[in-house]
């Protein structure tokens, strides 16, 4: 296609430059591009810069003095004094599911809870990645991930999940902890039970004192 011309001068007369019919068509498509791109973008750019906007929080009332666990509370693998690990299990309930959903629950009462312990430095490390259907595995790695843990921190809450994550937790700590441990249970059952087949978490005390037969075992609120 022969170009058309297009008259101009230095002073500014006119277009100034030689353009092509197909030319003009794929510069028109660019801007109409540009255009929707900046009508997508003008929203998020508005929001990042509203004045109204903020993070989330744990408090509705802004007393600089009153500061919540949420508000201090180290998030990853860090050290730090106390740590806090979740293990959403509950594969071992043969009565009433549910227990899995503890560690989001405690996790958000907690963290709108009063820090009143001042100079403490409190960890949440996450949770233990579970196996779905797989017991044997799920304990393993909690296992494994509390001995890694206390590596970390001095004091490990480790949340459950149902009982059985007491007895992969203890397990854990037995690796790195060595001989003098003791398992204390505030339960209404004494977790003791004889099963012919099948899974139950009425069988952790048993299980631990398999780990350790010297471990010192009390057993509250049984009724």
């Given at each position: ?76 693998w860090v050290k730090g004094d106390v740590g806090i690990l979740g293990v959403p299990w509950d594969g071992a309930v043969g009565t009433r599911p549910g227990s899995r ?88 059952h004494p977790d003791v039970r004889v099963v012919s087949e099948g899974l139950t978490s009425g069988q952790v005390v048993r299980w631990v004192r398999e780990v350790d ?11």
């Amino acid at each position: 296609m022969n170009p058309r011309r297009l008259a101009a001068n230095h002073r500014g007369e006119g277009l100034g430059e030689t353009v092509e019919k197909e030319t003009v068509e794929n510069h028109l498509q660019r801007d109409c591009s540009m255009q929707s791109l900046v009508s997508f973008l003008a929203p998020l750019c508005w929001f990042s810069v509203m004045p109204f906007v903020r993070k989330s929080m744990y408090k509705f009332i802004k007393d600089p003095g009153d500061v919540r666990v949420g508000e201090v509370i180290r998030r990853g693998w860090v050290k730090g004094d106390v740590g806090i690990l979740g293990v959403p299990w509950d594969g071992a309930v043969g009565t009433r599911p549910g227990s899995r959903l503890a560690p989001a629950r405690i996790r958000s009462w907690l963290c709108t809870s009063p820090m009143i312990y001042g100079g403490l430095s409190i960890v949440d490390l996450g949770d233990v990645d579970v196996v779905v259907g797989d017991h044997k595995e799920t304990w393993l790695r909690v296992e494994n991930t509390v001995a890694e843990a206390l590596g970390l921190v001095r004091e490990l809450l480790v949340i459950g999940g149902d009982s059985t994550t007491s007895y992969a937790a203890f397990r854990g700590l037995r690796r790195v902890g060595g001989d003098g441990l003791a398992y204390v249970l505030f339960d209404a059952h004494p977790d003791v039970r004889v099963v012919s087949e099948g899974l139950t978490s009425g069988q952790v005390v048993r299980w631990v004192r398999e780990v350790d037969p010297k471990a010192f075992i009390a057993i509250v609120g049984v009724r």
